[in-house]
């Protein structure tokens, strides 16, 4: 799947960006804060990307930022939010903001976020209050820093069907001293999440 897309941006506007590599334009749904940071038209653009997968559609989310990403991909694990309510979240709030939100728990402020009703916001609070770290906090940030392998090593397992925070999380537990390759640590976390 496509997790880093760098290109030549042809088109903007809030929520959407065509970026064209390869000779192929993609179409990326990105987040206002996103928006907000590209270049100008015909400049090179690099974005981190979410790729949703349903039965009718592949979807691309992009992201200025891999926390950005990381906390986008920590929201869709919630009950009731999708890519895109997900994407008016992190449209609504800086992502700073939201992790201190969640963080504190703070109800009020979440539902003033479009879409995000009063269940929504304590279902949010609830499932990730622990899995966020604070603003500015070294020890706990919103997603461990994974070289490109561990990276790729989470994708593969992803496509696979397992969830991302346990990929991530077998990853940390399995990950050797010094450098491994892909298909070493790829057999390692993968035997691990079998068991």
Known sequence: MIAHLRGTLLSKRPGQAVVETGGVGYDVTISVPTFAALPELGSVVALHIHTHVREDQIALYGFGRPEERALFEKLITVSGIGPKLAVTILSGMQADDLVGA?????????????????????????????????????????????????EDVISALVNLGYQRAAAEKTLQAAKPVGEATFDVLFRRVLGSLSK
Do not use: H, W
């Not at 979440?110 to 209050?129: D, F, H, N, Q």
């Open 102 to 150: 969640l963080r504190q728990g703070d109800i009020a402020r979440l539902t003033r976020i479009p879409g995000v009703g009063k269940k929504t916001a304590e279902r949010m609070v609830l499932e990730l209050r622990e899995k966020v770290g604070m603003p500015g906090d070294e020890t706990a940030s919103v997603a461990p820093a994974f070289s490109g392998v561990e």
